[in-house]
């Protein structure tokens, strides 16, 4: 037998025992919940999954596989997807000890130089989650939050007047939820770094495309969640990070920059001696000045914690208020009847004018409810 039949031989050996091993791994990944149903490549693999998300529609697939398969289905090798609340106590016990899983990890921006950053929402480490929740956690207690309303009311009162000269007073159509959208970013400039960014004052996003970065940020990170240990290869390591920034600066990237340029300035002026823009107001402090405060004075603080803060804060905070506003508007419009009914209830209530406080509001829903 000469080389080459040799070379050949041991080529088909090769592949023969890694088919061999493919196949009896995926055997095994069916056979392990095999009594669940679901659709037959979501029992071998987690790319099926992926490839919804990909779709943007992966919500009312999802609602398709339970009209199809049942209140219990398999969407994933060793993933199953319940559609009965009732079952939320068993599948999500309230103990401790119980961890998140390695969806979070794909969340975190990455760097080549400072790796991936750690926040909140995304760490998977308990210890390290106690260590830069609990500084910051009184800061976002009800009586801390709704301290900033000052600062939010005049936000509210650049968008009334957008709305009173640009569009009521024209006719004009336009879009509420992208208005929405830029409303939230400045109401969360204004409580993070006490100034706006000037959003609402242009109508457009202003600031380096800030607010489609964050868009791009969540629409790379949402497919790689299904298939955590492919962000590692694709995206989070140098090789990959150095080959996508010679086509573009990646979101991460690019809110991070924003995030740092914004603690440099502020550090500047704290360390210059400088009023603190955050004093401005019946000596209310920003969320960054706080931040910044805190690491300083608690050394077991690791020096990024601003830094994932502040980001937390560009990207959940304007993100979220921005969903929930769209979700409430939305529902009120398409449904005339609900309100006109919020509408006379807040007509009739005892409201401060022009903006009512949380308070207001609060005790008036919950007198409304006891009665």
């Not at 976002?140 to 650049?158: G, N, Q, R």
């Not at 400088?274 to 004075?297: A, M, S, W």
Request: aromatic share 12%.
């Amino acid at each position: 037998m000469n080389s080459l039949s040799k070379i050949t031989l041991n080529v088909v050996l090769f592949l023969c025992v890694a088919l061999g091993l493919i196949t009896l791994h995926l055997c095994r990944t069916w056979w392990r919940i095999r009594h669940i149903p679901g659709p037959f490549p979501a029992s071998i693999t987690n790319f099926q999954r992926m490839g919804w998300i990909g779709t943007k529609r992966a919500h009312l697939i999802l609602q398709g596989m339970h009209e199809k398969y049942g209140e219990v289905v398999r969407i994933g090798p060793n993933m199953v997807s319940f559609s009965n609340p009732e079952v939320i106590p068993t599948v999500y016990p309230m103990r401790p000890g119980f961890p998140k899983s390695k969806f979070y990890v794909t969340l975190r921006p990455y760097t080549r130089g400072g790796g991936a950053l750690h926040a909140v929402f995304n760490t998977t480490d308990e210890k390290l989650l106690k260590q830069i929740k609990s500084p910051i956690a009184p800061i976002f207690s009800l009586t801390s939050t709704t301290s900033f309303e000052v600062l939010v009311d005049d936000v509210l009162k650049c968008l009334q007047e957008k709305f009173d000269h640009r569009f009521a007073a024209n006719g004009e159509i336009f879009d509420l939820g992208q208005w929405l959208q830029f409303k939230a970013f400045d109401v969360i400039d204004t409580m993070t770094f006490s100034k706006r960014y000037g959003f609402l004052d242009n109508g457009r996003d202003n600031v380096g495309g800030m607010l489609g970065t964050i868009v791009d940020f969540m629409r790379a990170a949402a497919p790689m969640t299904q298939i955590p240990w492919l962000d590692n290869i694709l995206r989070k390591n140098r090789i990959a990070d150095t080959f996508w920034q010679t086509f573009h600066r990646t979101a991460s990237l690019s809110i991070l920059s924003f995030v740092a340029d914004a603690i440099k300035e502020k550090r500047e002026k704290l360390e210059n001696g400088e009023p603190k823009d955050g004093d401005k107001v019946d000596g209310r402090k920003d969320f960054l000045t706080r931040y910044i405060e805190l690491q300083e004075n608690n050394p077991k603080i690791p020096p990024w914690a601003p830094t994932a803060w502040t980001f937390s804060n560009v990207i959940a905070g304007s993100d979220s208020v921005r969903s929930v506003m769209r979700a409430i508007m939305f529902n009120l419009l398409a449904y005339p009847h609900t309100l006109g009914k919020l509408y006379d209830e807040l007509r009739s209530a005892d409201l401060s004018r022009p903006f009512p406080r949380y308070s207001d509001v609060y005790v008036h829903t919950s007198t409304r409810l006891s009665n």
